[in-house]
C-alpha cells in the first residue's frame, strides 16, 4: 500500500518537522504520480531533501519536477 510506504520513509520525517505539507499520490487514471507540497527556503533545499529520500537512493523515483508556488489565498498562506 503507497500510503504505508509513504509514512515509513524520510518524508514521514519532513511532515512532523512542518517542511512537507501535504503528499498523495493522484487518484485519476494518469500515469501513477504524487504531488508534495513543501515548505521551504529555496527549491535548492526541496531538491536536497527529495534526493536523500531512500525511495530515491534504490531508484523507485522516476523523475520529478520543483516548482515554485506562491500561496495566494488559504490557510497556507498566512505560514509565508
Known amino acids: 500500500d503507497w500510503s504505508s510506504d509513504v509514512c515509513s520513509s524520510d518524508l514521514a520525517e519532513h511532515a512532523e518537522a512542518g517542511h512537507l505539507l501535504a503528499a498523495g499520490r493522484y487518484a485519476d487514471e494518469g500515469p501513477e504520480a504524487a ?14 531533501w527529495l534526493d536523500d529520500d531512500p525511495f530515491a537512493l534504490v531508484g523507485l523515483v522516476a523523475g520529478r519536477e520543483i516548482r515554485l508556488w506562491p500561496v495566494v489565498l488559504g490557510p497556507w498562506g498566512a505560514q509565508q
Do not use: G, K, Q, W
Not at 504531488?35 to 536536497?48: G, I, N, P, Q
Open 35 to 48: 504531488l508534495l507540497v513543501f515548505s521551504a527556503e529555496t527549491a535548492d533545499e526541496v531538491a536536497r
